[in-house]
C-alpha cells in the first residue's frame, strides 16, 4: 500500500495530477495488459479521474 502524493495528504484540484507510474512498451512490440487495483479511502474522494497518458520515451 502507498500514499500517492507521498508528501502530502491531499492534492488540491485540476489540473493537478500526480504521475503513478510510467509503462515503458513492450520490446516485441505486443499488447500489454495493466492491472490497477484501487481503493479510494472513502465516497467523499469519488469520483476520482485516472488518466492514461501516451509519452515518447525517446
Do not use: H, N, W
Not at 9 to 20: D, F, G, M, Q
Amino acid at each position: 500500500m502507498i500514499q500517492l502524493p507521498k508528501d502530502r495528504l491531499v492534492t488540491k484540484k485540476a489540473p493537478e495530477a500526480i504521475v503513478i507510474q510510467v509503462f515503458k512498451p513492450s520490446a516485441d512490440g505486443k499488447e500489454q495488459t495493466i492491472k490497477l487495483k484501487y481503493s479510494p479511502p472513502g465516497a467523499s474522494c469519488l469520483p476520482t479521474p485516472l488518466i492514461f497518458i501516451p509519452i515518447d520515451m525517446k
